[in-house]
C-alpha cells in the first residue's frame, strides 16, 4: 500500500521496564517523538525480548500486553496497551521474508520491549503493532541481511522500531536509585557506534564482536544489540541519521535512539 511519506526507522533504546511508568528525560522524549513522526499506519517492533529459536511474526488481531519481568511493583504488572495487531501486515512480513519459514504467532503478544515505549508514544493505542522475533540461532550477518527484505515497508506506512539497547549488560547494573557515572568502556563503545553511524558506516556494526573488549562488555548477550541491526538494514541512500534519545541508566544501559531519515 502506497504511502505519501517514507517512514524513519528507528532503534529505541529501553531500558528499565518502570521506563513504563517514569517521568523523564527518555520517556519525554520518546512522546515527542511519537507527535513529531508521521502517524504511521502501523508499527513494526522488533524487541529483545522475543528471542527464540525461530521467526515468528504475531498475527493476532488483539495482541495480549505481556508482562514479562519480575520483581517489580504491581504497578507495572496492572499496565495495559490494548493496540491492535495488524494480521494482514504480518503476512506481509512473512511473504517478504521467504524463503526463510515464518511462524504466523498467535499466542505471544506485545512485550515490555515494545510497550514500555509505546505507551508514550502513542499513548491512545491507536496503532496497530505488530512484533518480529528475534532468532536466537542465527548471527548477526544473517539478521542484518535478512532485515532488508523488509525495507518496502517504509514506503507502506510502517514504522519499524528496534527495540533494546546499544550497551546492556545487567552484570555491572548500578540498581537502585543513586545517579552513576556511566563507566568508560560503555562511554567507548557508545562513541566508536555514533562514529560509525553517521556517515552509515554499518559494516563493522554488523560485525561488532571484532570491535574487541568494549563491545563484548557492552553486548555480553546479543538479544539487545541485534535489534540495532534490524533498522540499520532499513537504511535508504541519504537517510540522515540522528540520535534523537541520548543518556546512560545504571552506569551501563545505554540509552541512545538511533533514527534512520
Same mark, same amino acid.
Given at each position: 500500500?502506497?504511502? $505519501?511519506?517514507?517512514?524513519?526507522?528507528?532503534?529505541?533504546?529501553?531500558?528499565?521496564?518502570?521506563?513504563?511508568?517514569? $517521568?523523564?528525560?527518555?520517556?519525554?522524549?520518546?512522546?515527542?517523538?511519537?507527535?513529531?513522526?508521521?502517524?504511521?499506519?502501523? %508499527? *513494526?517492533?522488533?524487541?529483545?525480548?522475543?528471542?527464540?529459536?525461530?521467526?515468528?511474526?504475531?498475527?493476532?488481531?488483539?495482541?495480549?500486553?505481556?508482562?514479562?519481568?519480575?520483581?517489580?511493583?504491581?504497578? *507495572?504488572?496492572?499496565?495495559?496497551?490494548?493496540?491492535?495487531?495488524?494480521?494482514?501486515?504480518?503476512?506481509?512480513?512473512?511473504?517478504?521474508?521467504?524463503?526463510?519459514?515464518?511462524?504466523?504467532?498467535?499466542? #505471544?503478544?506485545?512485550?515490555?520491549?515494545?510497550?514500555? !515505549?509505546?505507551?508514550?508514544?502513542?499513548? +491512545?493505542?491507536?496503532?496497530?503493532?505488530?512484533?518480529?522475533?528475534? $532468532?536466537?540461532?542465527? +548471527?548477526?550477518?544473517?539478521?542484518?541481511?535478512?532485515?532488508?527484505?523488509?525495507?518496502? *515497508?517504509?514506503?507502506?506506512?510502517?514504522? !519499524?522500531?528496534?527495540?533494546?539497547?546499544? %550497551?546492556?549488560?545487567?552484570?555491572?547494573?548500578?540498581?537502585?536509585?543513586?545517579?552513576?557515572?556511566?563507566? $568508560? #568502556?560503555? %562511554?567507548?563503545?557508545?562513541?566508536?557506534?555514533? +562514529?560509525?553511524?553517521?556517515?552509515?558506516?554499518?559494516?563493522?556494526?554488523?560485525?561488532?564482536?571484532?570491535?574487541?573488549?568494549?563491545?563484548?562488555?557492552?553486548?555480553?548477550?546479543?538479544?539487545?544489540?541485534?535489534?540495532?541491526?534490524?533498522?540499520?538494514?532499513?537504511?535508504?541512500?541519504? +537517510?540522515? %541519521?540522528?540520535?534523537?534519545?541520548?543518556?546512560?541508566?545504571?552506569?551501563? !544501559?545505554?540509552?541512545?535512539?538511533?533514527? *534512520?531519515?
Amino acid at each position: 500500500m502506497p504511502h $505519501d511519506i517514507r517512514m524513519p526507522a528507528l532503534f529505541l533504546g529501553h531500558g528499565n521496564p518502570m521506563n513504563a511508568l517514569h $517521568d523523564n528525560a527518555h520517556t519525554h522524549r520518546w512522546a515527542a517523538l511519537g507527535a513529531a513522526l508521521p502517524k504511521p499506519r502501523a %508499527v *513494526l517492533c522488533i524487541s529483545a525480548h522475543w528471542y527464540v529459536p525461530a521467526t515468528a511474526v504475531t498475527a493476532n488481531a488483539q495482541p495480549r500486553t505481556i508482562h514479562d519481568f519480575g520483581g517489580f511493583p504491581q504497578a *507495572l504488572h496492572e499496565v495495559q496497551y490494548p493496540a491492535p495487531g495488524a494480521p494482514e501486515l504480518a503476512a506481509r512480513v512473512a511473504k517478504l521474508l521467504e524463503p526463510v519459514p515464518v511462524a504466523l504467532e498467535h499466542g #505471544w503478544g506485545l512485550d515490555h520491549g515494545t510497550w514500555s !515505549i509505546l505507551v508514550h508514544m502513542y499513548p +491512545d493505542a491507536n496503532v496497530p503493532v505488530i512484533q518480529l522475533s528475534i $532468532d536466537e540461532t542465527k +548471527d548477526a550477518s544473517w539478521h542484518y541481511r535478512t532485515a532488508r527484505v523488509l525495507a518496502p *515497508l517504509r514506503d507502506e506506512g510502517v514504522l !519499524i522500531i528496534g527495540s533494546g539497547n546499544l %550497551v546492556h549488560n545487567l552484570h555491572t547494573y548500578a540498581w537502585g536509585h543513586r545517579k552513576v557515572e556511566p563507566y $568508560d #568502556w560503555a %562511554v567507548r563503545f557508545e562513541t566508536k557506534a555514533r +562514529d560509525l553511524l553517521r556517515p552509515g558506516n554499518f559494516a563493522p556494526l554488523v560485525a561488532y564482536e571484532a570491535l574487541g573488549r568494549d563491545a563484548m562488555l557492552a553486548a555480553p548477550t546479543p538479544e539487545h544489540y541485534l535489534p540495532l541491526l534490524y533498522v540499520l538494514a532499513q537504511y535508504h541512500d541519504h +537517510d540522515p %541519521v540522528s540520535f534523537p534519545v541520548e543518556g546512560f541508566d545504571g552506569g551501563s !544501559i545505554s540509552m541512545l535512539a538511533v533514527q *534512520l531519515g
